[in-house]
């Protein structure tokens, strides 16, 4: 298991240096100027050449790569932002990817919140109207893309309505993150929902839920205890999944809605050439895709027993 | 018409499972001729019962899935033939009659700069069925295929590189990295189109979105094709172990012919449905990236870009028709791709029901 991890872990280093590497070369071979950008209408040959040293922009472009690394990788220094002048990275993308990670949290709530109680309500009464009509809404919902809810709910809620804000952001519990974190979580609620359906009807029909049952067992203890602990391994599996969703889902909310996070930002540094944070962009969602994965794979063991990590073969 | 038979017990994967039953266990008696009769076999194998019938009958069993299919397939060739069955050329400008609701002239109203919004969307639907046929036939399928067959068949270190950079490609960030990806590659390619437009006296090639279509589906089939590979190389590991496969080694068959002839027969179906749940995913990435700006560039109309040029609060209010008509559209064919992936998945996995 230790060694399991260690190696799962050995290979996120590998990982990022190619994701970066990747990211550097497109970044460079795509056209535009950093610095040009910066000045906009004050262009000056010599000003220009000044900040292009200080940024060390006229070094070779391998000598900029390996800089870029070797600060990473020696101090956690992601460098200096090129449109947010004497600004670190870490100063410019800390405060935004903190709103981001409220969000997208906000988001998991609603779609782990709502998803999972209904599709167990879904599989407890299969074969019936409820069961249909989930099934159907669930069917309608899935994977409805982002920019489809966002304008029809703005249009009902905001406009027609008029109870909840447009756009803008107010923090966690500000009613101005409603909006964003519903649409964002919809698709996965429908993902959610009949991933648990099908797995809870899987659970009920095995044996030991019949054992439970048989030896007098409270209805309740059966459902909690026995089936829905059994069908939520499913759901955690697909986690990643989910957050790859999320991720998606984010710039198109960032933006939609106004809301200052990294999904915004993001784009804003492409508009900039601003490479130090798209590299670092890069580096973060690769290192949280790699230990979301791993989070899943570790939490899987606890759920079911019967599932060995790093085991060859089943023993 | 023939009896429902999607309550027998189907092999799920063409002939990957053996019967049970072994040979010992079957009682020839009971198969015995009466002595004189000669036994009449036919030259044919009796049909309607193979798996595939059986798969397509169940599909076609499902009404709501056959609406659903026959939907897409009219939008896919109506969206194809969409010079000749629109009323309006998408680009025609009519600064007199801007921003009007739907009328008989105009049934979906036109939009800021008085274009028919029926003939946009319309052009719009072109683009999105344009990108899932060549993104996922053209990229995700052949290269998903192609290289899970190698990885699977050859092993060794022909499978350490495939499977390796596949989950290199699919830990990356995606919608970033296809930002950068668009942003670094289409001016290059632009200009070099450009060149070529001025060299060679063609004049089509940017004005109809050939280059968009070819930069996105290029994209989209870098960060596609992986999920597919590691599919076919599952499917192609558990053939290989089959004696059939090992006969057919024996007999003296090349290599070409086993991967042709047996491997990609038993994937099928599981590529079938994989490729019916993977149209939304494809849909929905290029109608993201549209969304953003980095997709199909205007004047080539996409159904993202309508989204997001109509999705101001000052529109929504005052023209909704300018974005109740995009949606609808977007909506109706995501919920037809949703329930035709369903059906075709319950249809070709009869296990998993």
């Known amino acids: 298991m230790g060694i399991y991890v260690i190696r799962r872990l050995l290979w996120l280093p590998i990982l990022v240096i190619i994701v970066t590497f990747i990211t550097f070369v497109m970044l460079r071979f795509g056209p535009g100027d950093p610095v040009q950008i910066w000045l906009g209408q004050h262009q000056n040959d010599e000003v220009r050449e000044r900040i292009r040293a200080q940024l060390g922009l006229d070094d070779p472009i391998a000598v900029q790569y390996i800089r870029y690394v070797e600060g990473v990788v020696t101090r956690l220094d992601f460098g200096e932002s090129f449109k947010y002048r004497n600004k670190s990275v870490r100063e410019v993308i800390g405060s935004r990817i903190w709103v981001s990670v409220q969000l997208n949290l906000a988001a998991i709530i609603i779609t782990l919140g709502i998803g999972i109680p209904v599709g167990l309500l879904a599989a407890l009464r299969q074969g019936t109207g409820w069961d249909n009509v989930i099934v159907a809404i669930a069917l309608a919902f899935q994977s409805l893309p982002v920019f489809i809810t966002a304008p029809v709910l703005l249009l009902i809620f905001a406009l027609y309505l008029d109870i909840l804000p447009t756009s803008g952001w107010g923090g966690f519990f500000s009613p101005k993150i409603v909006m964003p974190a519903v649409v964002m979580g919809v698709p996965g609620i429908a993902i959610v929902v009949r991933l648990v359906r099908a797995s809870v009807l899987d659970v009920m029909a095995q044996d030991y839920v019949r054992t439970a049952r048989s030896k007098g067992l409270p209805e309740r203890a059966v459902r909690y205890r026995h089936i829905l602990r059994n069908a939520l391994i499913p759901v955690t599996t697909s986690f990643g999944f989910i957050l790859a969703g999320l991720a998606g889902g984010t710039f198109i909310v960032e933006i939609y809605f106004g809301i200052p996070g990294v999904g915004r930002l993001s784009l804003e540094a492409l508009n900039a050439r601003d490479y130090p944070v798209l590299l670092t962009f890069a580096v973060i969602s690769t290192t949280l895709f790699v230990l979301a994965n791993l989070v899943v794979d570790l939490i899987y063991p606890f759920l079911d027993p019967r599932i060995r990590l790093g085991a060859g073969h089943a023993s | ?353």
């Open chain 2, 1 to 353: 018409m023939l009896p429902d038979r999607s309550g027998l017990p189907t092999r799920e994967h063409g002939h990957a499972h053996q019967s049970d039953a072994g040979p010992d266990r079957l009682d020839w008696s009971q198969n015995e001729l009466p002595p004189g009769q000669v036994l009449e076999l036919s030259d044919r194998p009796a049909r309607g019962h193979s798996y595939w019938s059986l798969a397509f009958r169940r599909l076609a069993h499902k009404k709501l899935a056959m609406a659903c299919l026959s939907i897409i397939v009219a939008m896919y060739i109506g969206s194809l033939a969409s010079p000749l069955v629109t009323p309006y050329d998408y680009r025609q400008i009519d600064l007199q009659s801007t921003r009007q609701g739907p009328s008989l002239a105009h049934p979906f109203g036109t939009d800021r700069q008085g274009r028919d919004m029926l003939t946009r969307v319309i052009f719009g639907v072109r683009t999105t069925v344009i990108i899932t046929i060549t993104s996922l036939l053209g990229g995700t399928l052949i290269l998903g295929v192609v290289l899970g067959l190698l990885s699977g068949y050859l092993g060794r270190w022909v499978d350490a590189v495939i499977m390796r950079t596949g989950e290199v490609t699919s830990s990356f960030p995606e919608i970033l990295l296809l930002l950068i990806f668009v942003s670094a590659f289409r001016p290059r390619l632009l200009v070099a189109v450009q060149n070529f437009e001025d060299a060679t006296g063609l004049d089509w090639i940017i004005r109809l979105g050939v280059l968009d279509f070819t930069i996105i589906s290029l994209g989209l089939a870098i960060f596609g094709w992986f999920g597919m590979a590691r599919l076919v190389r599952g499917q192609v590991l558990q053939t290989r172990e089959s004696q059939y496969a090992e006969a057919a080694l024996a007999m003296g068959a090349s290599t070409a012919h086993i991967l042709r002839v047996h491997m990609l027969r038993n994937i099928l179906s599981p590529l079938i449905v994989s490729v019916s749940a993977g149209l939304a995913g494809v849909a929905g990435a290029e109608l993201v990236l549209s969304w953003i700006g980095v997709g199909v560039f205007p004047p080539v109309p996409s159904l993202g870009r309508m989204l997001f040029e109509n999705g101001h609060p000052q529109v929504l209010v005052n023209h909704p028709h300018l974005i109740l008509f995009p949606i609808g559209t977007v909506t109706v064919l995501f919920f037809c791709f949703n329930i035709l992936g369903d059906a075709v998945n319950d249809a070709f996995n009869p296990r998993t029901r």
